[in-house]
């Protein structure tokens, strides 16, 4: 439905702009404390992903590459839980990037204050196996500007990755 209700919409926002998605906690959401289950605040955030490139109109560009996005990492930061039925917001918003990586921030928003926050670092995959660098990306998307400076809390997320990649299991 976010997919349909995105593409459905005429205006197409800025990169640099927040999406919203609205939603409510479901009785089948919650764990057996009745708060919504953690599982479910990232699958709510894969949601933002999906309804923010759609909404900023990279859905069409990327697919006619066959470039889509791979999600590395991902942390959460609850402030305060949801529980059913309660509503919530999903505010997305793009936090930057770097030559590899793009970093979204998705907070959870219930009654103006911010109940969770999660930070996603991915990166892009080409159906071609071929290399997609962030430039590539900001290239295809008419992206003049610079990225915004990265926090603290996402160099250290890009910093792990690197760390878990350049360790080798032996086959």
Request: glycine share 4%; net charge positive.
């Amino acid at each position: 439905m976010v997919f349909i209700r995105a593409s459905l919409s005429k205006q197409r926002v800025s990169v640099f702009a927040t999406t919203r998605i609205r939603s409510r906690v479901m009785i089948t959401d919650q764990d057996m404390f009745a708060h919504m289950t953690n599982s479910r605040y990232f699958s709510f955030s894969d949601l933002g992903v999906i309804n923010y490139i759609v909404r900023t109109g990279a859905w069409p560009k990327l697919r006619k590459k066959g470039w889509f996005p791979v999600v590395c990492a991902e942390s959460v930061v609850f402030t305060k839980m949801l529980r059913s039925p309660q509503g919530f917001e999903v505010q997305t918003r793009l936090a930057g990037w770097d030559d590899t990586y793009i970093c979204l921030r998705h907070d959870f928003i219930r009654d103006e204050q911010t109940t969770a926050t999660v930070r996603i670092v991915a990166r892009f995959a080409s159906r071609k196996r071929q290399k997609v660098v962030m430039s590539d990306v900001t290239s295809l998307l008419d992206i003049d500007a610079a990225s915004p400076p990265l926090g603290r809390d996402f160099l250290d997320m890009i910093e792990n990755i690197e760390a878990a990649r350049s360790v080798r299991e032996p086959v």
